[in-house]
């Protein structure tokens, strides 16, 4: 059994009452909660083995790169950051159920659909912006990303280049489906699209979030299986002197790894409050794709996007 569940002290004398059968143990939550970790922990079972083992800070093999899609390897990284970090540490309830009670959506720009069937959902590295954001021009995006998930990808042939920046997120939201006063809801740019796509359940078993923007707390990403009963708070901002960026605050940021493409959308929301409206041939484009498309329903005082009325 892996030296790390045992250097948990909790959990090991749990697990010694366990095996020695002391059943008073075996009702209570946090034994409950600790055995569903080992588990966890011990299944390998559609992952790739090699990338639940990293250490913190260790490098992806190059072989793992060219053996596995970007879906395979960002799924087992997300895995490995749930076990590690997401896991033996929390608590056995939450304050929120980040996974069942929130919607994954990212807004884009209609007048780029026909890119997005083409291509898929591309992210800043894939399409060579990485640098063009004078917010960015001081430090390493991709290392930043990287802390996200502790680990580091070598250095390589072209080809390894592509598939390392396929599996580099693409960055989309949070929007929080159960009113809670400790979590306010999303509040979308304007900059960023005048179209939200909601997207599977399954794609959020890839995904990482951030209580505001992963720039400023990259270490502070978590699984979408986070268990906490303090609410999360927001970076610091203005001690960030970034009061001048308004949009980076009051969001949840959702990031997804690997690749993203429209067979991954449940369906999309146009005509948004605050998002503008898209013309008829772009909403006639958006059908064509045999995807639903709804007019947007937001609550004025929450921000909460949700499934309007279904256009013809």
Not at 43 to 69: H, K, M, N, Q, W
Not at 274 to 280: F, I, R, V
């Amino acid at each position: 059994m892996s030296a790390e569940l045992w250097a948990n002290p909790r959990l090991s004398y749990d697990l010694s009452a366990l095996l020695h059968c002391d059943q008073t143990l075996t009702t209570t939550p946090r034994l409950a909660y600790d055995i569903e970790s080992v588990v966890d922990f011990m299944a390998t079972e559609g992952f790739i083995p090699e990338l639940l083992a990293l250490e913190s800070g260790a490098t992806v093999p190059a072989d793992i790169l060219t053996r596995y899609s970007a879906e395979e390897i960002a799924l087992s990284l997300v895995e490995r950051l749930r076990r590690t970090r997401d896991r033996l540490s929390n608590d056995p309830t939450s304050y929120y159920d980040f996974r069942n009670d929130t919607q994954l959506q990212m807004v884009f720009p209609d007048a780029v659909l026909e890119k997005i069937v083409a291509n898929g959902f591309l992210n800043s590295h894939q399409i060579n912006r990485g640098k063009t954001d004078p917010v960015y021009a001081s430090a390493c995006m991709e290392c930043v990303e990287l802390r996200m998930l502790g680990v580091t990808f070598p250095s390589g042939s072209p080809e390894l280049r592509e598939k390392i920046m396929a599996i580099l997120p693409k960055y989309a939201y949070l929007g929080m489906q159960r009113p809670d006063p400790a979590v306010w809801n999303t509040r979308h740019d304007t900059r960023y699209g005048n179209v939200v796509a909601v997207f599977k359940p399954h794609v959020k078993d890839r995904v990482t979030f951030t209580p505001g923007n992963s720039y400023l707390i990259p270490e502070n990403a978590h699984t979408l299986d986070y268990r906490t009963n303090t609410p999360l708070p927001e970076p610091d901002y203005v001690g960030q002197g970034l009061t001048d960026r308004p949009e980076w605050g009051h969001h949840w940021e959702a990031q997804v790894w690997g690749t993203l493409t429209l067979a991954d959308v449940e369906y999309f929301m146009v005509d948004c409050p605050k998002l503008g409206a898209s013309a008829t041939d772009r909403i006639a484009a958006l059908q064509q794709t045999q995807i639903p498309v709804f007019k947007c329903a937001q609550d004025p005082t929450t921000a909460r996007m949700s499934q309007g009325a279904p256009l013809p």
